[in-house]
Structure formats: structure tokens, C-alpha cells
């Protein structure tokens, strides 16, 4: 199954044949029909890199890095002799540094609905073919 994850980085460990990367999320609480107030959770995941991504983890993503990672996950687990145990085990395909939303994105959709609107006039070409001088 594929998967789509966007948090931050929490860790990151090197071992021989891999590079294993800890982020979290956040999901959001809410309210319940009947009132009952379910709390804000902290989701944290594993996430395991085939090792030529070393270098390029080591080179370009650190703690606390907002980061998109595209992976799949297996319904199962191994433990360290090999036999298939009860989790899941998600490795990872893509890592991407992700851009934090601005908080101003009303007002910057504006001004370039704005800008765009006056651009949309009909062009003057005998002005603007017309010598300067």
C-alpha cells in the first residue's frame, strides 16, 4: 500500500544496510456528537531507506525538518531473527524537504487575481511599435 506522509523529523539513524528515519504528525482533535472532546495526537512513524540514501539524508535533512515522504507499507514486521511479528513496516521510496503554508495566502491570491486583471486589456500595438524617439 502506498503512502503519502507529511511532519517532521524526530531522528534519524544510520545502520549498515539502512538508514531508518523517525518523523511525526499531528492529528488534530475534534468534538464528538455527544459532546465528548477527543485530544490533539501525536502520530509517530519509522521510516526505512535502502542505503545509497545515506549520503543524501545525511547531506540534506536533520532534526525537526518539515519533510513529504513518499513510501509503502507492508502489514506486518520482522524481529531481529527474521520471524514475521504483529505491525506494519513502512519503507520509504521519496524524501522531500515540504514548504510551510503562509498564512497569508487569502491576500497573496488577491493581489495576483488583481495583477492578472489588468493584464487581461487588449494590447495597444501601434503604440507600442511606434518609435521611442
Do not use: C, W
Amino acid at each position: 500500500m502506498d503512502i503519502n506522509f507529511l511532519g517532521h523529523i524526530e531522528g534519524i539513524r544510520y545502520t549498515d544496510n539502512a538508514v531508518i528515519v523517525t518523523a511525526s504528525e499531528k492529528r488534530q482533535g475534534y468534538k464528538k456528537k455527544d459532546g465528548t472532546v477527543v485530544d490533539d495526537d501525536l502520530l509517530t512513524f519509522s521510516f526505512i531507506f535502502k542505503p545509497y540514501f545515506k549520503k543524501y539524508i545525511a547531506e540534506h535533512f536533520g532534526t525537526n525538518m518539515l519533510v513529504k515522504i513518499k513510501g509503502f507499507m507492508l502489514p506486518y514486521s520482522k524481529d531481529h531473527q527474521g520471524n514475521i511479528i504483529e505491525g506494519f513496516t513502512i519503507f520509504g521510496q521519496t524524501i522531500d524537504r515540504a514548504a510551510y503554508q503562509t498564512t497569508k495566502i487569502r491576500a497573496e491570491k488577491r493581489m495576483i487575481k488583481e495583477s492578472m486583471g489588468s493584464s487581461m486589456e487588449k494590447p495597444n500595438l501601434d503604440e507600442f511599435i511606434k518609435p521611442d524617439f
